[in-house]
């Protein structure tokens, strides 16, 4: 049964490519959110979910990267299909640097928390406050609809690169999964002092997901950057878009391989209706009204997710 | 240096119930909004000024941390760490933008007739707003110790924190203890936030702010120690507005998070705190 269940799952993601040319520009944008936010919750799965490390300070990552790539095309025209990876190494520098001190010094839990919310915390400040990234007024691109300078006309090329990076991410972690990395990874997650006594460095294991987890995130910056157009250091730098990472992958299933797809395909639409319709009535925070009693949830009634339940109901 | 006084108070009640559950309370912030927002109800509404009002607003505060203790918390107080702040993230969330949903986006400001005056006291002058929160908050954290050490559900809630096992074993209440020390820690903030509202503008993503801000002094402090929330919320206070005037006034933020991550680093039970195993 499980594996009609991966099957499924398989055939959907085959149709995804096709979909954009029966769907309305709606349905294209909600999708490509769906996608980007899976592939934002991937990534945290590396070293959130499978190593068990919560970091709640993604964001720091993610703006890295989007400024990165932002400013090295406007300031100095170098491509973001560049920019990314540079943006991606900058945000794995950042990632090895929190997560040395981190590690190093043995802060678990809620230092390790708030280790990561601090960092996320100071970059919001440092860049709200370097004029020449714009300050807290935030840094704009110019709109050239240039491919080569990650810009499209056409809606539906940002629903291929979201696929695209989605996919890609999902790949990496279900290698990762059945490599001894991925083991250790879920090894450490459950007991890491027995970990250690059996020999395993738990240290350098954790490290390499943090460093992983830290450069996907960035590199996804530069799809954020080039697909918004205007970075804001409280939004791309804040608290709340690791919050925003985090709940999907908790959600779905932390720890799994399709977990935080899955996230992102009960949350991002929903923030999205509520964001469309909610809004409008002056219903502001609605969606996140419904974030957090999903979260209160699945902590009491659902502690591995959404996606191990699922899993298992179609297994029996 | 005065809103050091309401700091501490912050944080004095987030170091309690961390101390009584091994709980970190993420809803800390919000509750503190929660706090201003009732303060500001019953200005606008009834026409009682903020510095009255703080008594009720600690009193609903305490009754919203012990229903939120016993309906949520309570159920993970054994769990993993991540599980309880995924938890108390959720009901951050929900507090933050019930807020949002019931008062709006714009920011707001209690007005009280004693915010504008002032006052020369020697050669310094002082806001007698900020005086009287201080001093309120002083006197408030001095009235929790009291109550700590010399009643009985003081003593009670005390040996909860050393020793919950024991305390069972003696008969203790432990799960009423728990929602108590919820409900005073949830009060102190919800008087906190009623004493500096005619400060502060807030608005309901203020919560946010307040709670990092209220992590900071309490690990910067030392994590369930009273006396360390008490230091570190001063301590906080000088170093922010020692970072204003030295640096820019939007980088205050940075010396207090600059100083968490050192504080982290080298001494993460903080400056006051007692080394646990």
């Given amino acids: ?316 | 240096m005065l809103f050091g006084g309401v700091f501490s108070l912050m944080a004095v009640g987030l170091t309690l119930i961390f101390g009584v559950m091994r709980v970190v309370n993420f809803a800390h912030g919000d509750m503190m909004v929660w706090g201003m927002y009732l303060a500001w109800l019953m200005a606008t509404r009834v026409g009682l000024d903020p510095y009255v009002g703080f008594l009720v607003c600690a009193a609903a505060l305490f009754v919203l941390g012990f229903v939120v203790q016993r309906a949520l918390v309570q159920r993970i107080v054994d769990a993993p760490h991540e599980m309880q702040i995924l938890l108390m993230l959720g009901v951050a969330l929900v507090l933050e933008n019930t807020a949002l949903l019931l008062f709006g986006p714009e920011p707001q400001r209690v007005r009280s007739g004693l915010a504008q005056a002032t006052l020369w006291l020697g050669p310094v002058f002082v806001d007698v707003a900020r005086l009287i929160a201080f001093g309120v908050a002083v006197v408030l954290t001095l009235l929790l110790s009291l109550f700590l050490f010399r009643t009985d559900l003081g003593r009670a809630i005390r040996a909860a924190a050393d020793n919950t096992y024991g305390a069972l074993v003696i008969g203790t209440n432990v799960r009423r203890v728990y929602a108590v020390a919820f409900g005073v820690g949830a009060a102190c903030v919800g008087a906190a936030g009623a004493l500096v509202s005619p400060l502060l503008p807030f608005q309901p993503p203020t919560g946010l702010q307040l709670s990092v801000a209220s992590f900071n002094i309490v690990i910067i402090g030392g994590m369930g120690s009273l006396l360390g929330a008490f230091a570190g919320g001063l301590l906080v206070a000088v170093a922010e507005s020692l970072g204003a005037v030295f640096l820019r006034p939007s980088l205050k933020e940075l010396v207090s998070f600059s100083l968490l991550v050192v504080i982290l680093l080298f001494r993460p039970t903080g400056l006051f705190g007692r080394r646990t195993s």
């Avoid at chain 1, 029966?22 to 990534?43: C, K, N, P």
């Avoid at chain 1, 280790?115 to 110019?142: K, M, P, Q, W």
């Fill in chain 1, 1 to 316: 049964m499980i594996r009609l269940l991966i099957v499924a799952a398989v055939l959907l993601l085959a149709a995804l490519p096709l979909l954009p040319s029966v769907f309305g520009s709606y349905a294209v944008t909600l999708f490509t959110l769906i996608f980007f936010y899976g592939f934002l919750g991937q990534a945290w799965n590396v070293v959130g979910g499978y190593a068990g490390q919560l970091s709640a300070g993604h964001a720091a990552f993610l703006g890295i990267g989007a400024y990165t790539s932002a400013v090295l095309s406007v300031e100095k025209g170098i491509t973001p299909w560049v920019g990314m990876f540079v943006g991606g190494a900058l945000a794995a520098a950042l990632g090895a640097l929190i997560g040395f001190l981190g590690f190093r010094f043995g802060l678990r839990g809620f230092y390790f928390v708030l280790l990561t919310v601090a960092f996320a915390e100071i970059c919001r400040i440092i860049a709200s406050n370097t004029d020449a990234i714009g300050g807290a007024v935030g840094y704009y691109i110019t709109f050239t609809g240039d491919p080569r300078q990650f810009q499209f006309q056409d809606a539906r090329a940002y629903y291929y690169v979201a696929l695209a990076l989605m996919l890609a991410a999902t790949g990496i972690v279900a290698w990762l999964e059945q490599q001894r990395f991925g083991l250790y990874l879920s090894a450490i997650r459950e007991d890491e002092s027995a970990c250690e006594a059996l020999g395993v460095n738990t240290f350098r294991y954790k490290m390499l997901a943090m460093v992983l987890s830290s450069f996907l995130t960035g590199v996804g910056g530069a799809f954020y950057a080039f697909y918004l157009f205007s970075l804001q250091p409280s939004s791309v730098f804040g608290i709340p878009l690791s919050v925003e990472i985090i709940i999907r992958a908790v959600v779905g299933g932390a720890g799994t391989v399709f977990g935080p797809i899955l996230g992102s395909f009960i949350l991002s639409p929903l923030a999205e209706l509520a964001r469309h319709y909610f809004a409008q009535g002056g219903w502001h925070g609605a969606h996140l009204i419904v974030y957090g009693m999903l979260l209160i949830a699945v902590v009491l009634f659902l502690p591995e997710g959404a996606y191990p339940r699922l899993a298992r109901l179609f297994h029996r």
